[in-house]
């Protein structure tokens, strides 16, 4: 039996050693120099990693959330915000750092409408102390074959959502992502009928995790990833979680979603990461870690549900991944 003690003083968040520091002292320095820090508690001093201009730093304690934290190696920040899919600011992955100064991401407002008892308009302050931020360490997974693994800042999505008390009627939420043409060169292509739209069915979006995303790496998001804030689902392919939120709605009706219209053979609705179900264009069996994977290395095995098959696998039992992909 374990008899826990209360500690004399609470310890402040500032003093918790962020997952993600955790991690990559330990691959710095070994497990017995870690152990000793840790014992000392010299929190986060370690020089990791710079902070991204216009970004500034959040706290976080490491997550709860069974399944959060994966055990590879995390994405430097460097390729985190600098390989990106973010199409409002063009279609090359230099595209959303280099061309996205002008967007304006403070002031911000969130709003939370459709089937629920009580609507909510929140400014980007309200969402950040909604509830207590976590650090979650989640594998992003592209469709395009490629992947990444980022110490991301927020909490379960079902905690705004809960705020807003979904009606019974609720079956599906759908997203909506900004679109201004003004601050947003990528908006005057075609090849997304804009804004960008999003959709899970309610009990996904209700899942632990399911991540309300508002920062990375300790500091608050980088336009390129999304800022002021996203959505994080991490057994589904990245395009599934949206950036950018202006609009989350609660409906009935399967909601449409950007990519299901721009290409329906190509992009299903559920889009959970399935090394069986191919893409037309990409193999889903093998991946590239962004960062880590020369172009030339043998890429790693693509995992059901991106590995998170134990946490969500229950939630498609009977469903057919192959029609509903
Ligand atoms: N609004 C919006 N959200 C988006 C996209 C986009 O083009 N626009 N791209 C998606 C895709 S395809 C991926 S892989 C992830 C990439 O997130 P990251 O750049 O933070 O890694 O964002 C997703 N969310
Ligand atoms: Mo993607």
Redesign the pocket.
């Known amino acids: 039996m374990i008899i826990r003690i209360a500690p004399e003083h609470p310890v402040s968040s500032s003093e918790v050693t962020p997952e993600w520091a955790y991690l990559n002292r330990r691959q710095w320095l070994g497990h017995t120099t870690v152990a000793a820090s840790a014992v000392l508690g010299l929190g986060t001093t370690l020089p990791a990693q710079a902070s991204t201009p216009g970004t500034r730093s959040l706290k976080a304690s490491p997550s709860a959330v069974p399944g959060a934290m994966a055990m590879d190696k995390l994405t430097p920040l460097k390729d985190?915000t600098s390989y990106?899919?973010?199409?409002?600011f063009g279609m090359d992955k230099e595209d959303p750092a280099k061309r996205s100064s002008a967007f304006v991401t403070e002031p911000w407002t969130l709003r939370v409408e459709g089937l629920v008892g009580k609507p909510l308009t929140l400014g980007l302050d309200d969402v950040l102390r909604l509830a207590p931020l976590e650090e979650r360490i989640y594998r992003?997974r592209?469709v395009e074959a490629w992947s990444?693994v980022i110490p991301w800042v927020g909490y379960s999505l079902s905690k705004l959502i809960e705020r807003a008390q979904p009606l019974g009627s609720a079956k599906f939420v759908a997203f909506e992502?900004a679109a201004d043409p003004k601050t947003m060169p990528g908006v005057a292509s075609s090849v997304i009928d804009w804004p960008?739209l999003e959709g899970l069915r309610l009990d996904e979006a209700m899942h632990p995790l399911t991540l309300l995303g508002l920062g990375l790496y300790g500091q608050t998001l980088p336009k390129?990833?999304?800022a002021p804030v996203r959505l994080v689902v991490p057994w589904k392919y990245?395009?599934k979680?949206?950036?950018?939120l202006v609009r989350i709605r609660l409906v009935e009706q399967q909601p449409p979603t950007a990519w299901g219209r721009a290409a329906p053979k190509e992009y299903g609705f559920y889009s959970n990461v399935n090394p069986e179900v191919d893409h037309p264009r990409w193999s889903q069996a093998k991946e590239r870690r962004i960062g880590e994977d020369g172009l030339f290395a043998k890429p790693r095995k693509t995992l059901m549900f991106n590995g998170y098959a134990n946490e969500v696998g229950q939630m498609y039992a009977g469903l057919d991944l192959r029609r509903f992909y």
Not at 84 to 88: G, I, K, R, V, W
Not at 241 to 244: H, L
């Open positions: 985190v990106n899919n973010f199409y409002e992003m592209c990444m992502s960008y390129q990833n999304g990245g395009f979680s949206a950036k950018s």
